[in-house]
């Protein structure tokens, strides 16, 4: 069945389920209601009759009925709320196949305009490689494949993420469950920076007298209370022992304050991070990548949903001393805040070592469920075959991985070796830019372990390097062309590093903001000094003079896109050919908007 379908009938059968979800919670609430009414109205008429006991007891009926009422309608609210969120993710599934896009996120954040390439293949932004591919909701989870995107990964490290794919692609019902749960609750994409420090750092120990004083005062307190309501104590008694505690809460109060401060804005997402925990520990495979995980999450003899889920119980409890009410009415009188550290203590110290292993096993899980659902959703996208040799490329019938299938244009090429420069001519808009995009934006996707728009697509571990989108800089006083040279300086410093990767290069109307002679000399003496190091890569230009190098060097490959001219129109096939472009259409183009490129005789400029 084509994914699109996949993803239509999944659509319409989880927004089915949701509708019968919530016709169940609208019943639920109308009965609870009745439940509530009919339940005050029996304790209020047995107390007319003067039946106290009766009347208790139906009070106690009506509290519990009430109760299994309430966790039936809150069970039955995240049934609805999963099944609305598992029909999104669907429905965002089908906007994507037509590179449309429902989720906000852009991962602009993760831009820089220093990188080496995510400007220019757009790896960041409204229309980008990160919002293709992202299906992470976590913060750690948005960063790891933001990262995966901004580096190429080891030969040994893509394999695994293949095999990893590979094994994830199928599980279609445990991945959407598992990006569904997600979106129960919007925290959820908090950085756990703030846990983690508190977690991690060298609290001061509570005394330990007041772990006795926790328990024996407030059983005093009550006591003072109770003689008060019988008469045998003034008032002012039970006035000095909560005092008392007042005092007792002042030695713990700044650290109660810190904690309460670090925990607080993800102590909401925990709950949801216990149901991502759990679906996570699910996760069924063999490849070395989901074993790894999976004895992150389970391997020290606790699960990390079980200490997620306690410790999101301890954190919401801490957090109730925020509510001015119930620290006045309820939280001096039981030393709260003290019970509350001395059992965030305890946890902290069973499993705080394995918190941030556990949050970062997550956040892998999810950039690997971010590679599987892209490759699950294009099964004619092939998986690419990583070699461990010096700078290979081989490109058959690859497309831009942004468009869609109907406005793509495939095409193939390959470099074998280091030096190799190919030269790409051809007129305006004919497709240079877009080729050049088109290789290097799967180079990006094979380099992370995701499949690539190819039918075959061979590709060795190389550090990616574009000048295509230079600009001028008002505010750093830059030319256009100043901001190439500085940017081909990075490409040279970038070739004399020891011990790294090769640089595979995308070079976009190289030095285009210098004269003709000049950039021809610039750009001939660049493709020689590339020549001579560990780099390879494609250059685009207009300058024809430049395809002249093979002549003299065979370390220069010429291609060319070629349009052509039909009753006045100009045609693009968008086809790579090899050899040198032969026709240029400035003139037509000029001519279009009413430029008299061919001047009456014997006129002169």
Not at 279 to 307: C, D, F, K, P, Y
Not at 325 to 339: E, K, M, S, V
Not at 343 to 370: I, K, T, V
Request: one cysteine or more; charged letters at 20%; proline letters at 3%.
């Amino acid at each position: 069945m084509p994914p699109e379908t996949t993803f239509r009938h999944r659509q319409q059968e989880f927004t089915q389920v949701e509708q019968v979800a919530q016709r169940r919670y609208n019943q639920l609430a109308f009965w609870r209601l009745v439940w509530f009414i009919g339940s005050v109205g029996a304790v209020w008429l047995l107390i007319r009759l003067d039946q106290q006991w009766g009347a208790v007891a139906t009070l106690l009926i009506g509290i519990t009925g009430f109760l299994l009422l309430l966790k039936k309608h809150q069970n039955v609210r995240q049934e609805r709320d999963l099944n609305h969120h598992l029909a999104f993710v669907n429905q965002d599934e089908l906007a994507r196949l037509k590179r449309q896009y429902l989720r906000p996120e852009t991962g602009e954040q993760f831009a820089s305009p220093t990188h080496y390439y995510s400007g220019d293949l757009d790896v960041f932004g409204k229309h980008s490689l990160f919002r293709l591919l992202n299906r992470t909701h976590t913060h750690l989870g948005q960063n790891q494949l933001a990262a995966w995107l901004q580096a190429p990964a080891t030969f040994e490290v893509i394999q695994q993420r293949q095999q990893a794919v590979t094994e994830l692609k199928p599980q279609l019902d445990w991945r959407q469950k598992f990006e569904a749960l997600a979106y129960i609750e919007e925290t959820i994409s908090q950085s756990p920076n703030a846990l983690v420090t508190w977690v991690t750092s060298e609290n001061k120990s509570l005394p330990a007298y007041l772990n006795v004083v926790r328990f024996l005062f407030p059983v005093i307190t009550l006591g003072v209370f109770v003689a008060w309501l019988s008469g045998y104590v003034p008032g002012v008694a039970v006035l000095g022992a909560l005092a008392v505690h007042s005092l007792v809460l002042s030695r713990t109060g700044a650290q109660a304050k810190d904690v309460s401060e670090q925990t607080f804005e993800i102590s909401a997402a925990l709950r949801a991070f216990r149901a991502l925990f759990q679906q996570a520990e699910q996760v069924n495979g063999e490849s070395a990548r989901l074993q790894v995980i999976q004895q992150a999450l389970t391997a020290t003899g606790h699960s990390a949903s079980e200490a997620i889920s306690q410790l999101a119980r301890l954190t919401e409890g801490l957090n109730y001393r925020r509510n001015p009410y119930f620290y006045l009415l309820f939280g001096i009188a039981t030393l709260w805040d003290i019970h509350n550290l001395f059992r965030l203590e305890r946890w902290r110290q069973q499993y705080g070592p394995d918190l941030s292993r556990w949050f970062d096993a997550l956040g892998e899980l999810e950039a690997l469920n971010s590679l599987a659902g892209f490759a699950f959703a294009h099964p004619d996208y092939s998986t690419p075959e990583i070699v461990n040799e010096l700078l290979t490329l081989d490109v058959r019938s690859a497309a831009h991985p942004l468009l869609p299938l109907d406005r793509s244009i495939a095409n193939s090429l390959s470099i074998a070796g280091s030096g190799q420069t190919v030269l790409i001519t051809g007129s305006n808009m004919s497709g240079k830019s877009t080729f050049l995009r088109t290789v290097g934006a799967n180079v990006v996707l094979a380099l992370a372990g995701a499949v690539v728009s190819a039918e075959r697509f061979v590709c060795s571990p190389v550090r990616v390097f574009t000048s295509m989108r230079t600009q001028d800089s008002l505010e750093e006083s830059t030319s256009s062309f100043y901001a190439e040279l500085k940017r081909l300086q990075t490409l040279i410093s970038l070739t004399k590093e020891p011990d790294a990767l090769p640089v595979l290069y995308f070079l976009d109307e190289i030095l285009k903001g210098t004269n003709s002679a000049d950039r021809h000399r610039g750009a001939e003496a660049l493709i020689r000094q590339m020549h001579r190091t560990a780099a390879s890569g494609f250059v685009s230009t207009h300058d024809l003079e430049l395809g002249q190098l093979t002549d003299a060097a065979d370390f220069v490959s010429n291609y060319h896109f070629q349009s052509d001219l039909h009753n006045g129109e100009l045609v693009f096939d968008y086809k790579l050919r090899k050899g040198i472009c032969g026709s240029f259409n400035a003139s037509q183009l000029m001519r279009a908007i009413g430029i008299e490129v061919n001047l009456p005789e014997g006129q002169k400029l």
